[in-house]
């Protein structure tokens, strides 16, 4: 499946139809069995470049109130993305800027153009990061090299955005839907399962899989500890 980002007008903004329509197709993939891959791009140019600032303040008079409404949308569809079982792959055709670059890091692949670049730009328009950038960002990247992008507003080429870890390819412009399908077909080869499964322990992380195993290791050694009692309960009976 393929999910677009459609404004290019606009250069892929988000506004809150945005946001509605984000989080209603990530649930429709994400329930969809047939669904093995999802590839997430930009219409014309631009990948994304974060909110639409225009309709921030036009909002009804209230920008923090349609800035919280709109990115409690996006932090929606970006969770529903991340749940689901199979994975995301970002398609980075141009620039990603914002939460634009939430959208690539929330993805499990992403592949560039040669022309795509990537700048965080919050401070330098009085904002701080959404999208799940502060969060996903220093586990990218590293704490000094993400806390200089978000502080700076460094902006990084496609090459440099390789380096860092950002992205796993650079393919020229005209290549890049075909580098992304190709890598599309190879995962929808593998087994559904062993894939869910792969993404989910690989997205909770360290901490949520040693959680699970002490978990294990406890109920393994209550059942321990309730076969050998049982087992001195017969031999005291006979």
Known sequence: ATLTLNRPEVANTMDMAFGHDFHAAALRVATDPAVRAVILTGAGKAFCFGGDLRGMVAGGGNPEA???????????????????????????????????????????????????????????????????????????????????????????????????GLVNQVVAPAHLDEAVLNLAQRIRAKSAVAVATVRDRARCGAEHEAHRQRARRQARLVVAGLVAQASAHRSGAV
Request: aromatic share 4%; proline share 3%.
């Open 66 to 164: 349609y800035l919280r409404e709109l990115t409690s949308h996006l932090h929606a569809g970006i969770a529903v993305l991340a749940r689901m079982d199979a994975p995301v792959i970002a398609a980075v055709n141009g620039t990603a800027a914002g939460a634009g670059v939430g959208l690539v890091l929330a993805a499990d692949l992403a592949i560039a153009a040669q022309s795509a670049k990537v700048s965080l730009a919050y401070t330098g328009v009085g904002l701080t990061p959404d999208g799940a950038t502060s969060f996903l960002l220093p586990r990218a990247v590293g704490h000094k090299r993400a806390m200089e992008l978000l502080l700076t507003n460094r902006t990084l080429s496609a090459e440099e955005c390789l380096q860092w």
